[in-house]
């Protein structure tokens, strides 16, 4: 049986975790778009990210929180401009242990929340077209394929497509 996961906004005093679990998602899996060894934040760095992110009206980060220990997260960076302010793009990472737990419909439930009551009314994000697992939570999700990005990344030497996909909150 599984202790209940909390959901909640990052604080700065969360940088040096947030930071090792961006480090360890890396690790995890190539769906990421940091290659393993590849971020080079310092834990001074994370925590002036951090702030900046909060700063923003618009923007955010959500962690997932097990016994003391962060197992998730959900960046969402909102436009900077009076006319893309109500869009946000998100970027979303569990760790494998947790994964299929339902740990990520968590966050996105929690992010439908915090933007409401923001008036942000769009939500957008791209995902690789072969990580079934995250195509699957983002359209259960209301999340809707919008676009193709062809040769979006290059994962171990191939070339790799991306969806593009959206969601309107009223």
Request: hydrophobic letters at 40%.
């Amino acid at each position: 049986m599984w202790k209940a996961i909390a959901i909640r906004e990052i604080l700065e005093a969360d940088a040096e975790a947030y930071l090792a679990l961006c480090n360890r998602l890396d690790e995890e899996t190539t769906f990421r778009l940091y290659e393993p060894g590849e971020r080079r934040t310092s834990p001074e760095q994370q925590r002036r990210m951090i702030r900046d992110v909060l700063a923003w009206d618009n923007s955010t980060i959500l962690v997932a929180e097990k016994d003391g220990a962060l197992i998730g997260c959900l960046e969402a960076y909102g436009g900077k401009f009076h006319r893309d302010w109500h869009s946000v793009y998100i970027a979303v990472g569990v760790l494998q242990t947790y994964s299929g737990k339902g740990v990520g419909t968590q966050l996105c439930i929690e992010l439908e929340r915090w933007a409401l009551e923001r008036e942000v009314n769009r939500l957008e994000l791209t995902v690789m077209v072969n990580n079934r697992r995250a195509i699957a939570l983002y359209q259960k999700m209301g999340f809707e394929i919008e676009g193709r990005k062809r040769h979006a990344l290059r994962v171990d030497g191939l070339f790799v497509d991306e969806y593009l996909m959206a969601r309107l909150l009223d």
